[in-house]
């Protein structure tokens, strides 16, 4: 989540404002709870949780859906975000240049995967589940989802730097995660990225995420199968490939290949890495973040 210090930003820090509410995040933390189970652990009436729950609502921290169990109704509450970012003002400065392409998870030019495996748009399934012809399917452009258990998806976007321009740095960002049978929130997969035909580095994925839906998945998506991801945006510099701001290999801007008309690309699990977890991709109208892959090119 991002937050600045305009006024759309109040109900965040209105909401972050409480030792009950900061106590209610913390257990949220470590699962999705009802608010008789959070009135309990605090110690607190149902009414007086149901007032701070709220709070968080508004801010954005969190969402509640209504769930049958035993006979009755009960809302369940879980964590919308799992990380804030305040922009603070700055002195104005001359802003980077950059080129920007967003790329449709459909898109891709290459693939190959294997089981489990499947792919589906913000209105339906296409085809049917593990079945990789599918991913010829014409439909697939048009497609939200997509999962496998390993192999890989290579996308190719085209490299707007014009003559003179020397790139300095290049980001892509995406929402991904595992690809567990169902969803296995403890389900580590070893992912790696390519860029022209060079090794970025490799991010071990957690898990595969589904014990709450996913803010913008689509209503028609089952409960119980993965919701959302991570958001995972990489960095290309003259000083290697990071990762969040993690280093991820020595990998410099330097050592990709600019000479040409396209940038490919490439995700992949491997058959011969520690943890073959899968990956699942989430796109526009999926997961937590509503974006395709964004990639751009800063430039001098």
């Known amino acids: ?5 305009s006024k759309n930003s109040l109900p965040l820090y209105e909401a972050l404002a409480s030792e009950v509410r900061l106590n209610i995040i913390g257990l949220l933390a470590g699962q999705p709870m009802n608010v008789k189970d959070i009135a309990a652990a605090l110690n607190l009436s149902s009414a007086i949780v149901t007032m701070h729950i ?11 859906e209504m769930v049958r169990k035993d006979k009755g109704t009960h809302k369940i509450c879980s964590l919308a975000v799992d990380r804030i970012e305040i922009a603070m003002p700055v002195m104005e400065q001359a802003r980077p240049s950059f080129h920007e392409a967003t790329i449709p998870i459909g898109h891709y030019t290459e693939f190959e995967v294997h089981p489990t495996c499947g ?3 913000r209105d339906k399934l296409i085809g049917q589940y593990d079945d990789p012809r599918y991913f010829l399917e014409p439909d697939r452009v048009r497609a939200g989802i997509l999962w496998f258990g390993k192999g890989f998806v290579e996308y190719k976007i085209p490299n707007y730097l014009l003559s003179g321009q020397q790139p300095s740095q290049i980001e892509i960002s995406m929402e991904l995660g595992s690809e567990a049978p169902g969803f296995n929130e403890n389900w580590p997969s070893d992912i790696d990225f390519y860029l022209n035909g060079v090794h970025l580095g490799q991010w071990t994925s957690p898990g595969d995420y589904g014990s709450s839906r996913g803010r913008y998945t689509p209503s028609w998506w089952q409960n119980g199968v993965n919701q959302y991801g991570l958001l995972k945006v990489i960095r290309i510099t003259a000083d290697g490939t990071f990762i969040d701001g993690q280093r991820m290999s020595d990998t410099g801007i330097g050592d990709i290949g600019t000479e040409r008309n396209q940038w490919t690309l490439r995700l992949a699990v491997l058959s011969s890495s520690e943890h073959v977890g899968g990956l699942t991709l989430y796109g526009e109208g999926f997961g937590n973040y509503n974006q395709d892959i964004v990639f751009r090119v800063y430039y001098e």
């Open 1 to 5: 989540m991002k937050a600045d210090i």
């Open 54 to 64: 709220r709070k968080l609502e508004l801010g954005g921290l969190i969402r509640t």
């Open 119 to 121: 792919l589906a748009t």
